[in-house]
């Protein structure tokens, strides 16, 4: 599996979602600008002793993740979404891509995959979960469905 974040703002959620894909042998990638400098010290905090064990891809743009990641299956987390996260069939190489905490995905790359967006089904009351909770709550689900293959 493959999480990209387009220019993530909060460097706590950044190494929380590092020790996630660790963990799971999850892909992460990292679309610029980013809102703090990898050497930021919450970040390197939240993701612990993690940060050797992941593999990360810092990108200049969704462009250049979108090339690398050609064929792969790419789904867009997003409050605009109408399909359920659970409603999705995964793939062990799809795509998990999120926006940045405050703004969420660009228009521009939500009408990229019109079909694939996904969201977190939520009460209407505020603007949505946290960004590393919901990153993990849909790599859960996918890692689920796959059966949590090569994961004990």
């Given amino acids: 599996m493959h999480i990209v974040l387009v220019n993530p703002e909060i460097p706590q959620n950044t190494g929380n979602i590092a020790r996630t894909c660790a963990l799971t042998e999850t892909v992460l990638h990292l679309v610029k600008p980013l809102g703090f400098s990898l050497e930021d010290r919450y970040l390197k905090r939240a993701g612990l002793d993690y940060w050797d064990k992941v593999k990360v891809n810092i990108w200049e743009s969704f462009d250049e ?15 605009k979404a109408s399909k ?69």
């Fill in 84 to 152: 359920a996260y659970h409603q999705v069939r995964y793939r062990k190489d799809d795509v998990l891509v999120f926006g940045c905490e405050t703004k969420g995905l660009p228009d521009e790359i939500l009408g990229r995959y019109p079909e694939n967006k996904i969201r977190i089904p939520m009460k209407n009351i505020g603007r949505s979960l946290n960004l590393s909770n919901s990153a993990a709550i849909i790599l859960y689900e996918a890692l689920r469905q796959l059966d949590f293959e090569g994961l004990c």
């Fill in 65 to 79: 993740v979108e090339k690398c990641l050609k064929g792969h299956n790419i789904y867009l987390a997003t409050t």
